[in-house]
């Protein structure tokens, strides 16, 4: 069966009807995440189906960070959600994209979640997007996607940047297990109190930090932390993209004798080297695999956990110790 698909015609009205055009393949245009933008909605469907909510990445800093599917989502919905329109008007008109904006930000999150999820309701398709990278990563979204998924409307992430993965992933600290903590508090109280919280953790931290305070965080998580190997990444994707590696107390002497500049994303290892961190992880791995075959033969837990350990090169409470520390982390 031929269906056609329903695109939201192109008008500076949110609230604007629907107008019918083939679908370029005459294929059955599925709601697949993959596929097309399901904005506006097919003649199969019901016409009370909520339209859909995407949240979409966008560049944080170099604009060949956009994907093809978030320009082209951008560009079918009905409305997008900006957290400054102006600053978002700019990213479209750079890709000719004249789709209608809203401001949707910290200040009217609340009221502005209701009326986007009446429109939602009413079929009209929306893109929430912020000032750079991913919503709702330290950044607005997160009454929009709670409301939109409490009623059941169809959310779909349109993913791409996002600096603390960038930063992460060219940093070389541990990446097995990591702890985004977000912007550490302002103040010196509170900020040592959400350190001292981190302390114990075996992951590796990583935080978002304003320049004028990079100086006061690192000294911060020295007296907290320890002296621990940390990667400053800044300016991500930018012309002066930087990494500054080191030991936390050199970062802080570093800058506390320059003024931190740019955007700039804090990530620190834990207190063991990164590759025993890496290598334990394996090990715990391979010991909880080995267990569960054993297990998996008939062998009781003791005798599993005992046969592992030998077969591993692995003292017997050596290896307790990692399969508990593998228990706790699961459970937490
Ligand atoms: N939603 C964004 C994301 O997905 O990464 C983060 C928004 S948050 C309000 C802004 C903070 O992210 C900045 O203060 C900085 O810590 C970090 N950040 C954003 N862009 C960056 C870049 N190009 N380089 C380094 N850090 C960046």
Redesign the pocket.
């Known amino acids: 069966m031929l269906v056609r698909h329903i695109r939201p015609r192109r008008s500076s009205s949110a609230a604007g009807p629907f107008v019918i055009s083939a679908h370029a393949s005459g294929a059955l245009f599925q709601a697949g995440h993959a596929g097309g933008v399901r904005a506006g909605r097919t003649q199969c469907q019901n016409a009370n189906m909520p339209g859909t909510l995407y949240i979409v990445?966008t560049p944080?800093?170099n604009l060949e960070d956009i994907t093809q599917r978030a320009l082209r989502v951008l560009r079918e919905v009905d409305l997008i959600a900006c957290e400054d329109t102006r600053h978002t008007r700019k990213l479209l008109n750079h890709f000719s994209i004249d789709t209608r904006t809203i401001s949707y930000h910290e200040h009217n999150e609340r009221e502005r979640a209701e009326e986007l999820s009446k429109l939602l309701e009413e079929g009209k398709s929306i893109a929430l997007v912020?000032?750079?990278?991913?919503?709702?990563?330290?950044?607005p979204g997160f009454r929009l996607v709670n409301l939109a998924g409490a009623k059941g409307f169809p959310i779909v992430p349109v993913p791409g940047?996002?600096?603390?993965?960038?930063?992460l992933a060219a940093s070389g600290l541990a990446s097995d297990q990591v702890l985004f903590a977000g912007?550490l508090p302002a103040r010196t109280a509170a900020r040592r109190a959400k350190l001292e919280e981190l302390r114990d953790s075996p992951a590796t931290l990583i935080?978002?930090?304003?320049p004028h305070r990079i100086a006061a965080a690192l000294r911060d998580a020295v007296d907290v932390l320890g002296d621990r190997p940390a990667v400053i990444?800044?300016?991500?994707?930018?012309i002066h993209?930087e990494f500054v590696r080191g030991r936390l107390r050199e970062l802080a002497d570093k800058f506390s004798q320059q003024v931190g500049r740019?955007?700039?994303?804090l990530i620190i290892g834990t207190g063991q080297s990164d590759h025993a961190v890496q290598d334990s992880s394996t090990v715990a791995g391979t010991l909880g695999e080995r267990i569960r075959a054993l297990e998996a033969e008939g062998a009781d837990a003791k005798t599993a956990l005992k046969k592992a350990a030998r077969e591993l090169g692995l003292k017997r409470d050596e290896a307790y110790r990692i399969r508990e520390s593998q228990k706790n982390r699961r459970s937490r």
Request: charged share 20%; proline share 3%.
């Open positions: 990445s944080i800093g912020s000032d750079a990278g991913t919503p709702l990563i330290s950044d940047a996002t600096a603390f993965v960038a930063a912007f935080f978002y930090e304003a990444a800044r300016e991500l994707t930018k993209e740019g955007e700039m994303v």
